[in-house]
């Protein structure tokens, strides 16, 4: 009987750790922005939300004032943004409530988005 519970408990752990291979990995965003028209750029952040939201997405870090340690930088605000996949990244990014806010954006900043995938 102890045999067979190790087995199917050993059973479970490779399921487990099978499934968290086969899942895709976490994408991120890496946004520089420097804004250059704050009222503008209120009409972005206004609309931001609701469509971000549809997509999963977390902003997981942002700072106007990051410590660099090497090399130059010259955003005023670095933006960490996370979503579950790779897909799901580029499918708000391309999405066209966000499309939308890009024009937006566009007018009110200037901006870096640099999308690289996480591990699993």
Request: glycine share 10%; aromatic share 12%.
């Amino acid at each position: 009987m102890r045999k067979l519970f190790v087995v199917l408990a050993a059973c479970g752990v490779l399921a487990g750790a099978a499934s968290l291979m086969a899942q895709d990995p976490p994408a991120y965003f890496v946004v520089t922005v420097t804004v250059t028209d704050e009222d503008a750029y209120g009409e972005y952040r206004a609309g931001f939300g609701a469509v971000f939201e549809q997509f999963g997405g977390q902003v997981v870090a942002a700072s106007s004032d990051p410590t660099i340690l090497e090399g130059a930088w010259d955003a005023g605000t670095t933006v960490l943004i996370r979503f579950d996949s790779r897909a799901e990244a580029l499918a708000w990014y391309n999405s066209d409530g966000y499309q939308a806010l890009i024009a937006i954006r566009e007018r009110a900043s200037t901006a870096n988005f640099i999308l690289i995938d996480g591990r699993p």
